[in-house]
């Protein structure tokens, strides 16, 4: 299983950026998607999940009302919509999966991709 990152860039602060996380080599659609996040110097942190097929979604305290997740099923991709982007955002951010959806708890995803870099800054 691989997952692969994009989307990533520079952006001011109360900029947008929407990241996608694409399958290689099976079907996304059957499987739970967990995105997180590290910055430098920090742990990592699980900022949003969706369920497959996109029934349920769970965000962070620190994201919730700025991000958005989604899923397209026909393009077998899941989107992290993210506004009102602030400086604290700044991190590496990366997609797993899971047969199940298990929230935010990371250590239930696995096969994460290489990460996209995401920098907020004015």
């Known amino acids: 299983l691989q997952l692969v990152e994009s989307g990533g860039g520079v952006v001011q602060p109360g900029g947008s950026l929407r990241l996608s996380c694409a399958a290689s080599?099976?079907?996304?659609?059957?499987?739970?998607v967990l995105w997180i996040r590290q910055a430098p110097g920090k742990e990592r942190e699980a900022v949003s999940s969706i369920s497959s097929f996109g029934s349920t979604t769970d965000y962070s305290d620190s994201v919730k009302g700025r991000f958005a997740i989604s899923r397209d099923n026909a393009k077998e991709t899941v989107y992290l919509q993210m506004d009102n982007l602030k400086p604290e955002d700044t991190a590496v951010y990366y997609c797993?999966?899971?047969?199940?959806?298990?929230?935010?708890?990371?250590?239930?995803?696995?096969?994460w991709g290489q990460g996209t870099q995401v920098t907020v800054s004015s």
């Open positions: 080599g099976f079907d996304l659609n059957f499987y739970a």
């Open positions: 797993g999966t899971s047969l199940w959806y298990n929230d935010l708890n990371q250590d239930q995803y696995h096969s």
